[in-house]
């Protein structure tokens, strides 16, 4: 006998999102009472715990954060039958996570020509460093999410986005840099951890036994280009960005090791896609079938999703 009915799945869901029962009930049209009922209803068919209370705040127990992500699996599918039964058109609510270089110089031409196909589908867009995107992914906060190599994916699906070039910035007027012996007792201005860009840099650097003195963490591209301006330190970005920047004519660009200089950008994500992320998947730029970095080849064919392990580049 079925245990679990998509209201009351609703419901719980409902709960977590709002933080808790007295909102959700605001939120669903409902008293209180009667949504404690129903989580209450649900814990006992379930024999486990949802929630506990932590202040005067619910927080989800192991078991709740293992339903919730079933919850937003089965509620989502429901959603996409309905709509797609009822009228056959795309519509529904896309929740995308980025990078940032991404968002600002790659996903704008890609999202207009995606609103202007398909306008009934609303997007909601997070930015954040891969490892914090896949975080993201891993507890439903996103249905997908564009992310750089390298990274661990398990056994997300994926298909390749952009390709970036990656160059080394330095203040104005200091001399080339070629070694990352060169680097060392740098400052490194970079985003926190999690960030593919950084890792390569740092990977890099160790190669040539350097290591930065310091390492300032900031959240955007324009801060970092700034403090690089004004000699806080050097920075690997994506050249795009760059070239898109306010001060970007203000700092010194070094070219990086082939191997290092080009990087690709991959949209991934859990289970079966839903007709919007289908959608969106359609209008992505194909990269070239074959991509050479450091004279090897580490391209793969971009015309369908594959299952991935880790992508190549990762160390």
Known sequence: MRMIDLEGLDIFRCVVREGGVTRAADRLHRVPSNVTTRIKQLEERLGVSLFRRQGRGLVLTDAGRTLLGHAERLLQMADMAEQELRSGVVRGLLRLGSLESAAGARLPPVLSAFHARYPNVSIELQTGTTGALLRRLERFEVEAAFVSEPFEAGGL???????????????????????????????????????????????????????????????????????????????????????????????????????????????????????????????????????????????????????????????
Not at 158 to 178: H, K, N, Q, T, Y
Not at 233 to 241: C, F, L, S, T
Not at 278 to 303: D, Q
């Open 157 to 315: 699906s994926s298909v390749p986005a952009f390709d970036e070039e990656l160059v080394l910035i330095s203040a104005r007027g200091r001399p080339p840099l070629r070694q990352p012996s060169e680097l060392g007792g740098q400052t490194l201005v970079a985003f926190p951890h999690g960030c593919s860009y950084r890792r390569r840099l740092m990977e890099w650097l160790a190669e040539g036994g350097a290591s930065p003195e310091r390492i300032m963490d900031l959240g955007s591209y324009h801060a970092i280009v700034a403090c690089v301006a004004a000699g806080s330190g050097v920075a690997i970005v994506p050249a795009e960005v760059l070239d898109q920047a306010v001060l970007g004519g203000s700092v010194d660009r070094h070219p990086l090791p082939p191997r290092l200089r080009r990087n690709r950008t991959h949209l991934v994500w859990s289970g079966e896609a839903s007709a919007p992320l289908r959608a969106l998947v359609e209008l992505l730029p194909k990269p070239p079938a074959t991509r050479r970095t450091g004279g090897e080849n580490n391209g793969h064919p971009p015309s369908k999703p594959r299952r991935v392990g880790s992508c190549p580049g990762h160390a």
